[in-house]
């Protein structure tokens, strides 16, 4: 089971967590001024060329531009490129390009949001282009998909684990209370989480212990379910 922790902005608590077991660091990277933890180019860049081995840095891009979202992978140079702009802000079209131009080594992975049953077609859509596809919940009057603190229907998202030819990673409101749950009904490649495992009341400063207890409960749900 993989596990996935956003925004981190601070080094050291980005190898706290890889030495709690997270897997996935996710930084936002691209100071566009719309969502909180956002990094430069070159602050995100020290924090993936810092990691261990052992983990994968996902660089998060609310840009709706190919051109820039390249710009980004080549300054950042994450293992993953996860694009969480609106669905249609990077259509089909657009990450079949990104997927043609970036770096074989680069991973691709699209934010859908989960809403109803055609996200299940959606899904399908995306993963002929994507290498990875991230579920999570899209809230009105927020920027993107994602961030928002808030669960989705997970029958849908099982639905679609199910259904897509690549891994699946679940987010949208997952917290060590939660988490066990979410793997049992979803059965995800992997889950993300992100405002569950903050400071109370902090938009960006991660609770390092929250994280912990995250990375253990996703892990201790595999293993039951006898999950990879």
């Known amino acids: 089971m993989i596990v996935q922790v956003y925004a981190f902005t601070h080094l050291k608590d980005a190898l706290a967590a ?7 660091i996710g930084v936002v990277a691209g100071r566009y001024g719309e969502v909180y933890g956002e990094l430069d180019f070159v602050e995100a860049r020290q924090i993936s060329e810092a990691l261990p081995p052992q983990a994968r840095l996902v660089a998060l891009t609310m840009s709706s531009d190919v051109e820039e979202i390249l710009r980004m992978a080549e300054a950042v140079q994450p293992d993953i490129v996860h694009v969480s702009s609106d669905l249609e802000a990077v259509g089909l079209e657009a990450m079949a390009e990104l997927r043609r131009r970036l770096p074989e080594d680069i991973g691709l992975m699209k934010a859908i949001p989960v809403i109803g049953e055609e996200s299940i077609e959606i899904s399908l859509r995306f993963a002929e282009v994507c290498d990875l596809l ?7 009057g927020l920027p993107g998909v994602g961030a928002t603190g808030q669960a989705h229907d997970w029958r849908i998202s099982r639905r679609i684990v199910d ?5 699946v990673i679940l987010a949208g409101g997952l917290s060590p209370e939660n988490v066990a749950e979410a793997i049992a009904v979803v059965r995800p490649w992997g889950v993300d989480s992100n405002t569950a495992t903050n400071l109370p009341g902090d938009p960006v400063a991660k609770d390092l212990r929250r994280v912990a207890e995250f990375v253990k409960a996703a892990r201790r749900a595999a293993r039951e379910l006898g999950l990879a």
Request: glycine fraction near 6%.
């Open 18 to 24: 890889v030495e709690a077991g997270v897997d996935h």
């Open 134 to 140: 991230l579920l999570d919940t899209k809230v009105s």
């Open 163 to 167: 259904a897509v030819p690549v891994p």
